[in-house]
């Protein structure tokens, strides 16, 4: 009898081990699932990519979503990276970075019914909806932070690359400055890599020898060389995408908020309740809280100054201050 009640117990604990196990398997299947090609830097970059990886991290804690990712050093090209991911069955495929849309979309082409996501540029086909955001509108007021700041009228912009979706920083910036500042004179260089954090204070030692005395730079790890270049020599700095005032807290005024990490985060909880995107292209700026301002540290802005800021602000979020583009 006894033996017989061990057998029972053994098959009614083996039973439910196997039911739980299902449901554990179902639950996983049930849950949402992300998968992100990150931009070429990768995580570390303390910039565009740890942004993103943020939101998605939030939305993992918080929305109980699952999510993975594949970095291009890892993988070789984004084609494969995608690919992996279209494979592994993430409900939604995210692209980051304007430099990953030819292979984000060969790869769309070849899984029509795979929901894509590109962030920072435009893509045409029904299965990639495309995030943008209106970077010129925070560059404008970090120009005119340091337009207002600057004792010597000379200001340095660095792009991490001469490309469409730069000059939008390099544009907002410039105008910003001379919004406030009609006799400021802005330096420009690209460093054409997103990577290179020793190129970048090589710039900025660069701009600093011809007087620039605040530099702001668009070009993700390159952009901390300079960052930190600026602090050596005692200038000031205004980073960008997120807020990077802990890597040279003596020196960064600002930082142009890029909010990469609310955006994904709102769009992947949009497709949760959802179970798609309505929209094929969503465009972030001041409005939509897409694009912003740090808080202003190191200097004290005059109320004069603050009062300034603060109407450009409200003009850009009504959309009443019209940017030029090149």
């Known amino acids: 009898m006894k033996q017989i009640m061990n057998i029972l117990l053994i098959s009614f604990l083996l039973v439910g081990s196997l039911s739980g196990c299902a449901s554990k398997e179902l639950e996983a299947k049930e849950r949402v ?40 050093q890892a993988v070789g090209t984004y084609e494969k ?13 995210i692209g980051l970075g304007f430099m990953v849309v030819e ?73 910003g400055v001379k919004a406030v500042n009609p006799e400021a004179e802005v330096l420009i260089s690209y460093s054409n890599d997103f990577g290179n954090a020793e190129l970048g204070g090589k710039i900025a030692a660069g701009m600093i020898e011809e007087g620039a005395d605040v530099l702001y730079a668009a070009a993700g790890f390159t952009g901390v060389g300079v960052l930190k270049e600026a602090q050596s020599k005692k200038k000031f700095a205004i980073g960008v995408d ?32 959802e179970k798609k995107l309505e929209a094929k292209q969503i465009e972030l700026g001041m409005n939509e809280k897409g694009v912003g301002l740090a808080p202003i540290r190191v200097v004290k802005l005059t109320s004069e100054q603050e009062k300034r800021l603060e109407d450009l602000k409200a003009k850009l979020s009504a959309n009443e201050l019209s940017i030029q583009l090149d």
């Open 242 to 273: 997120s807020d990077q005032y802990f890597f040279a807290e003596k020196a960064i005024i600002t930082s142009m908020l890029k909010n990469v990490d609310v955006a994904l985060y709102e769009t992947v909880k949009e497709f949760q309740a």
């Open 33 to 72: 699932k992300i998968g992100i090609m990150l931009s070429d830097v990768g995580l570390g970059d303390q910039s565009f990519s740890d942004a993103a990886f943020a939101g998605l991290a939030k939305a993992r804690d918080e929305l109980d979503v699952l999510f993975d990712y594949r970095e291009l």
């Open 103 to 175: 292979d984000l979309e060969k790869v769309a082409k070849k899984y029509p019914d795979q929901q894509f996501i590109l962030v920072d540029s435009v893509s045409e086909l029904d299965n990639i909806t495309s995030i943008t955001f209106r970077e010129e509108q925070g560059s404008f007021l970090a120009g005119a932070v340091a337009g207002m700041v600057s004792k010597s009228n000379i200001v340095g912009f660095v792009g991490g690359a001469d490309v469409p979706l730069i000059h939008k920083f390099k544009s907002g910036f410039e105008q």
């Open 81 to 93: 990276g995608f690919t992996e991911l279209v494979e592994q069955g993430n409900d939604i495929v």
